[in-house]
């Protein structure tokens, strides 16, 4: 799959989501308040996708922690649907979205995770590790 991320903070992109380090993360970096971030995913062919998983350390990124997550999927930007939402709680390890409990697990061409909020209204957001 080709990833790509909606913003990133020099130093802090999106390598760091697939590195298998919990130390290093990547960085939202929008000017605006309110807005969301996403990592894309697009994939060469139809894929079935079972789980998304996100690596969180709340205790160490704080405001920077996503709260709302939307895992999104279709064919490409113009039939996105949301598949789940998740709340990530104030822990640090894996926040998990499994897909097949929604009856089972969805064919995309596009997977997009967006952060639709972060804990204590903050505006960027830190993720130390996503799998899919």
């Known amino acids: 799959a080709r990833w790509s991320v909606s913003s990133y903070l020099p130093l802090f992109g999106i390598e760091h989501l697939t590195d298998e380090n919990s130390s290093t993360y990547w960085a939202s970096d929008s000017p605006y308040p309110r807005v969301s971030h996403s990592i894309s995913l697009v994939f060469e062919q139809p894929t079935w ?3 998304v998983s996100l690596f969180i350390d709340y205790f160490q990124d ?31 390890g894996w926040q998990h ?7 089972e697990a969805v064919r995309v ?4 995770i967006v952060m639709m909020t972060a804990h204590e209204n903050g505006k960027d957001v830190h993720v130390r590790q996503v799998k899919v």
């Open 62 to 92: 704080t405001s920077y922690t996503p709260h709302w997550v939307s895992i999104r999927g279709g064919t490409g930007f113009h039939d996105m649907q949301q598949i789940m939402e998740i709340e990530c709680r104030k822990v640090v």
């Open 49 to 51: 996708v079972k789980l």
């Open 97 to 103: 979205a499994d897909l097949e409990s929604t009856g």
């Open 109 to 112: 061409y596009r997977l997009q």
